[in-house]
């Protein structure tokens, strides 16, 4: 630590502007992935080509800010609760969200800016990516100060898999009842292919840990027959479903869906929780006060929804005033997801412009990330910080952070990449 700090400012925040020492055991963290999938070349397959996948360092957080952002997620857990609420989601929603089957969600993902005046909830994911790696990733932590040699004393991470087991087999009595279901698949477009194949992997061997077979399935090789859905011809009783298609529309995904809509199989996360939480349009709803204070929301409840930033709908009506005051926004589709197709105010251009408003996006007062200095090379650079809380039900799983560069998280960032989150 170089400079004097006002006594005023966060430990949090001194630390990660200063603290720049190397948490992450690489070795502990490769041998834990190797003995969880029960592949010695896991690390030298999977996670070596992905070079920015985990950073070295991790992010600290204050107790205040976890405690605001729990506020924050079961306001709008209570919101979506609300008929009004419920009403307006779905107007704009598929048919197919309209369907009830009971599950409320898997791993839905609450991502958050640390602005100076609290944290912001830019989105909510379902179908949210990295649970099971950030679950690891924390576990292969090493103390090089006494601050994180605390945080390392409450791991949070140590109740991650009870939890998970738990909030599947809770999906299922949702829809089905008691027992446990026999078969899941883990469905995606093409699995083998995307970024984060390496936690279907992790995700299959738990459910096998558990005692439920599984499979990592390609969505467009799903077949539905005879009352059955099937993946490599055996029937599937579940699905943890990371497709982007949300309401199951393409024509590859057919079958899934034809399953879906008879409760032949339970899928988790579904189109009905995409809806209610996760399309960009919903952010208006969260953030219009009169709107949640007609369908009933409480004093508490909106104080809490403060959290999110004011949203609205991009039309022909606001475009001018929107474009005017494009610098202190943020630019969003309603469907996105993965940060793909989102602009930051100030760098939208004319050509972009003219696609924004053609329709189909929501705009969001800008909510700056934080930033955690690292060191590269021997010299200080900062990140941006994303915090993402992994929830279901209300309850969370893991907390996580992503430090990247540019307007959106990725993983190309040198640095950068998923880092844990250690309360202080």
Same mark, same amino acid.
């Given at each position: 630590?170089?400079?004097?700090?006002?006594?005023?400012?966060?430990?949090?925040?001194?630390?990660?502007?200063?603290?720049?020492?190397?948490?992450?055991?690489?070795?502990?963290?490769?041998?834990?992935?190797?003995?969880?999938?029960?592949?010695?070349?896991?690390?030298?397959?999977?996670?070596?080509?992905?070079?920015?996948?985990?950073?070295?360092?991790?992010?600290?957080?204050?107790?205040?800010?976890?405690?605001?952002?729990?506020?924050?997620?079961?306001?709008?857990?209570?919101?979506?609760?609300?008929?009004?609420?419920?009403?307006?989601?779905?107007?704009?929603?598929?048919?197919?969200?309209?369907?009830?089957?009971?599950?409320?969600?898997?791993?839905?993902?609450?991502?958050?800016?640390?602005?100076?005046?609290?944290?912001?909830?830019?989105?909510v994911n379902t179908n949210a990516?990295?649970?099971?790696?950030?679950?690891?990733?924390?576990?292969?932590?090493?103390?090089?100060?006494?601050?994180?040699a605390v945080a390392l004393s409450?791991?949070?991470?140590?109740?991650?898999?009870?939890?998970?087991?738990?909030?599947?087999?809770?999906?299922?009595?949702?829809?089905?009842?008691?027992?446990?279901?026999?078969?899941?698949?883990?469905?995606?477009?093409?699995?083998?292919?995307?970024?984060? &194949?390496?936690?279907?992997?992790?995700? %299959?061997?738990?459910?096998?840990?558990? *005692?439920?077979? =599984?499979? #990592?399935?390609? !969505?467009?090789?799903?077949?539905?027959?005879?009352?059955?859905?099937?993946?490599?011809?055996?029937?599937?009783?579940?699905?943890?479903?990371?497709?982007?298609?949300?309401?199951?529309?393409?024509?590859?995904h057919q079958d899934l869906r034809?399953?879906?809509?008879?409760?032949?199989?339970?899928?988790?996360?579904?189109?009905?929780?995409?809806?209610?939480?996760?399309?960009?349009?919903?952010?208006?709803?969260?953030?219009?006060?009169?709107?949640?204070?007609?369908?009933?929301?409480?004093?508490?409840?909106?104080?809490?929804?403060?959290?999110?930033?004011?949203?609205?709908?991009?039309?022909?009506?606001?475009?001018?005033?929107?474009?005017?005051?494009?610098?202190?926004?943020?630019?969003?589709?309603?469907?996105? &997801?993965?940060?793909?197709?989102?602009? %930051?105010?100030?760098?939208?251009?004319? *050509?972009?412009? =003219?696609? #924004?408003?053609? !329709?189909?996006?929501?705009?969001?007062?800008?909510?700056?990330?934080?930033?955690?200095?690292?060191?590269?090379?021997?010299?200080?650079?900062?990140?941006?910080?994303?915090?993402?809380?992994?929830?279901?039900?209300?309850?969370?799983?893991?907390?996580?952070?992503?430090?990247?560069?540019?307007?959106?998280?990725?993983?190309?960032?040198?640095?950068?990449?998923?880092?844990?989150?250690?309360?202080?």
């Amino acid at each position: 630590m170089d400079a004097p700090t006002p006594a005023t400012t966060p430990l949090s925040e001194v630390l990660n502007r200063e603290c720049f020492c190397i948490t992450l055991d690489r070795g502990a963290l490769c041998q834990a992935l190797e003995r969880e999938v029960g592949d010695p070349e896991f690390c030298k397959t999977f996670i070596g080509p992905k070079t920015h996948l985990f950073s070295n360092v991790p992010v600290f957080l204050s107790e205040a800010s976890v405690s605001e952002m729990l506020r924050t997620v079961h306001a709008v857990e209570a919101a979506t609760r609300l008929p009004g609420y419920r009403d307006a989601a779905l107007s704009w929603a598929p048919e197919i969200a309209r369907h009830d089957f009971g599950p409320v969600g898997a791993f839905m993902g609450y991502d958050f800016h640390l602005a100076a005046e609290g944290p912001k909830l830019i989105e909510v994911n379902t179908n949210a990516g990295g649970a099971f790696l950030n679950a690891l990733l924390a576990k292969a932590q090493r103390a090089c100060c006494a601050e994180v040699a605390v945080a390392l004393s409450r791991p949070e991470a140590d109740d991650f898999e009870p939890a998970v087991m738990r909030m599947f087999q809770h999906e299922w009595e949702l829809q089905k009842g008691q027992c446990i279901p026999r078969r899941i698949a883990i469905v995606d477009d093409r699995p083998a292919e995307q970024y984060l &194949y390496p936690e279907f992997l992790l995700a %299959r061997r738990f459910f096998e840990k558990n *005692g439920i077979d =599984a499979v #990592i399935a390609d !969505g467009d090789q799903l077949r539905y027959e005879r009352g059955k859905l099937l993946a490599e011809g055996q029937p599937i009783d579940l699905v943890y479903n990371r497709l982007v298609d949300f309401s199951f529309g393409n024509a590859e995904h057919q079958d899934l869906r034809a399953a879906y809509l008879d409760g032949a199989v339970v899928v988790t996360p579904n189109p009905r929780a995409h809806a209610l939480y996760a399309d960009k349009r919903n952010l208006a709803l969260l953030s219009d006060r009169a709107a949640l204070h007609s369908w009933g929301a409480s004093p508490q409840m909106l104080a809490d929804l403060a959290g999110v930033p004011h949203t609205v709908l991009v039309t022909s009506d606001n475009a001018q005033e929107l474009w005017r005051t494009r610098k202190y926004l943020f630019f969003k589709p309603a469907g996105g &997801y993965g940060s793909k197709a989102v602009y %930051r105010g100030d760098k939208v251009t004319k *050509g972009v412009w =003219a696609e #924004i408003i053609r !329709g189909g996006y929501v705009a969001q007062d800008f909510a700056a990330p934080s930033e955690r200095m690292i060191e590269l090379d021997g010299s200080p650079e900062f990140r941006k910080t994303d915090v993402r809380l992994y929830v279901y039900n209300g309850d969370v799983l893991l907390t996580a952070a992503r430090l990247y560069q540019g307007q959106t998280t990725n993983f190309r960032t040198p640095g950068g990449g998923f880092a844990p989150v250690f309360v202080i």
